[in-house]
């Protein structure tokens, strides 16, 4: 049940076994069996790979429709938060200047949807 959630989550980030390896330190090969469930993890290595996918313990056990929402969510406030922190050490004339940016690009994105 465990591997089954930990491909489920790998796939929905959008991740493969080789990349889930290298970020965890673990084999391929043995991302794949704990994926297969025809090997056992220690939990050590699940920590590994749980830290490596970037979620939270609890997400291993939680449905995968209400999981991906979440973990959407965490992704998108993360990704605020590193912007953030660029932001955080320039002065107002560069901050409005990567608004302004960023506005037109959204802009242009809205309208070719259109």
Do not use: C, W
């Amino acid at each position: 049940m465990v591997g089954e959630q930990i491909r489920k989550i790998r796939k929905l980030k959008g991740m493969t076994q080789e990349r889930l390896a290298e970020r965890s330190g673990l084999s391929f090969s043995y991302i794949s069996d704990v994926e297969r469930g025809t090997r056992n993890i220690s939990l050590e290595s699940l920590g590994k790979i749980i830290s490596a996918l970037g979620v939270k313990p609890i997400h291993l056990f939680q449905d995968i429709d209400e999981l991906s929402v979440q973990i959407g969510s965490d992704e998108i406030r993360t990704k605020i938060e590193d912007l953030n922190a660029l932001l955080s050490e320039r002065n107002a004339d560069e901050v409005d200047f990567v608004i302004k940016m960023a506005r037109e690009f959204l802009n242009t994105i809205d309208r070719k949807k259109r």
